[in-house]
C-alpha cells in the first residue's frame, strides 16, 4: 500500500500578488503636472549625475481633418510643445496609421492608410521612435505594415510593436540615449490585427510569454519601458482586466508602463514593485492608463463618445542617477486640424483638479470595478442595447457589414467584457445597481460637467446626446 501524499505547502507566492498602489502627489510644475517618485532605495544603473529626459505621446494618425497635417511645419502643428518634443533625450510617438499599403483588410470601422511621407515628418519633429502597437497598424494588410517599417526605417525613425510576424512584433528595441541604455517593448489589446506566428501585425499584450519578456527587458536595460495600447474607448477608467495587466507588467521590474487608445485622457497610480535586480528593495513605477489623443481628430461627441477627445496630455519620465525620479503630464487641447497647443497658466489648476480625480480609483482595484460597472450600465442603456439588438439582426441574415461588425465585437477584448459584463450583471441583479453618487459621475464624466467644465472646448461640448 503507497503512503498518502504528505502536504508541503499551499501558501500563497506573493510574488505573484498585485503590487502596493499609491496615489501619486501632484503639483503644479509650469505647464505640467508632476508627482516626485520615491526611489525606493537608491539609485539604478547607468548614467550619469545629469538628469534626463524620455518624452511619450499618445495616437498619431494624418487622418480626417489632420490628413495634410505632415506637410506643415512642426511648430505650427505642436506650437509650444516642440521644444520639448525636440529637446527630449528619447522621444516616442504611438504612430497609429500604417504608411502606404493597398490591401484593405475586411474590418468594422475605418481602415487607416497615410502617407508615407509622414515618417520623415515625424522625426523631422524630434520624435526618435514609433510605437507601433496599436489595432490600425494592419488596416492595410501585411502590405500596409511593411511599407510602414520601410518609410521609418529610411526616415531614421526608429519602430516597436509591430512587424512581420510574432517573432517581430514583439521583439524589444533597446537604444543608447543620454548615456543610458533604454529598452523599449510596445503591445496592443486584443482586437484587429494582431500578429501571429506567419502573419503580421501589431504585439499582443496577452501572449502567453508577455511577463517573461518583461522581466528580461527589466533586467537587460538600465530603464525599461513597455507601451501598450488598448481598454474602453471613451470610459473614465480601464476596464478590469486591462487594469490587472497593466499592473501585472508593473510588477515585472520595469520602470513605467505607459498606455493609450482610449480617445480620451485617464489617470495614473503608483506601482511599488521589485527591481530586477533585487527581489526586496521596491521601486516606484508610474502606470498611466491613457494620454488621450495626440495628433488625432477629435470625433463629435454623442451620448457614448465623451467630450473630452480634445484633451491629452504628453508624459515626460525625469530620469536621475539611473532611475524615475519624477513623471510630469503635459497637457494640450487638440484642435483639428490646427494642431495641438498647451494649456494656459489659468487652465493648468483646473488639469491638475481634472487629473487627480480620474487618478483617485486607480488605487484600489473594488473602485475601479465598481467605477467601470457603472460606465457599463450606461454605455449599455444609452447605445449598446440597440447596438447588439440591430447586430443581431444583421449576423442573422448574412449581411456582410453586420458579419464585420460582429467579428469586430466578439473578437475585440473590450466589446466583449462590456457584453460579458452587462450579462453577468443582469444575470445577478446587479445591473443598474451602482451608488447613485457614482452613476451621476458617470453620467457628468459624459456630459462634460465632470471633473471639470473649464477644460471642455466650446466645438466639443455641441455634441448630440440622449438623456441620460
Known sequence: ????????????????????????????????????????????????????????????????????????????????????????????????????????????????????????????AGFHVASLANNHIFDQGAAGV????????????????????????????????????????????????MAGETIGGAGPVFNVHVLDRCRALAAESDVALVIVHGGKEYAPVPPPYWYEQLLAIASTGVDAVIGHHPHVPQGMTVARAARASDSVTRKAVPVVFSTGNFVFPPRRPTAVMAPWMSLGYLVELHLDNGRIAAVELVPYHITAPTGVRGLDDEQMPHFATFIEALSEPLHQPEQVEAWFDAAVDYFWTQEWCRRVEGLTAKLCRDDPAGLRHGRSHFRSRPHATLIDRVIHRKLTGAFATSPPELTARIEQWFGATWPTRALVQPSAACGQRNPP
Open 1 to 124: 500500500m503507497p503512503h498518502p501524499p504528505r502536504l508541503i505547502d499551499h501558501n500563497p507566492d506573493t510574488r505573484f500578488a498585485r503590487p502596493p498602489l499609491e496615489a501619486p502627489r501632484w503639483r503644479l510644475a509650469g505647464h505640467a503636472v508632476r508627482a516626485e517618485l520615491d526611489g525606493g532605495g537608491g539609485g539604478g544603473r547607468g548614467g550619469g549625475a545629469e538628469p534626463r529626459r524620455i518624452l511619450l505621446g499618445g495616437d498619431w494618425a494624418a487622418v480626417r481633418e489632420f490628413e495634410d497635417c505632415h506637410r506643415r511645419e512642426p511648430s505650427q502643428l505642436y506650437g509650444d510643445l516642440h521644444p520639448r518634443i525636440r529637446e527630449a533625450d528619447l522621444s516616442v510617438v504611438n504612430l497609429e496609421c500604417p504608411l502606404g499599403g493597398d490591401e484593405p483588410i475586411p474590418k468594422d470601422g475605418p481602415n487607416f492608410r497615410c502617407d508615407p511621407a509622414c515618417a520623415p515628418a515625424i522625426a523631422g
Open 146 to 193: 511593411h511599407s510602414t517599417l520601410r518609410a521609418c526605417r529610411e526616415a531614421g525613425l526608429l519602430t516597436v510593436g509591430a512587424g512581420a510576424d510574432l517573432a517581430h512584433a514583439m521583439a524589444p528595441l533597446r537604444v543608447e540615449a543620454g548615456g543610458y541604455t533604454i529598452g523599449l517593448l510596445a503591445l496592443a489589446d486584443t482586437e484587429e490585427g
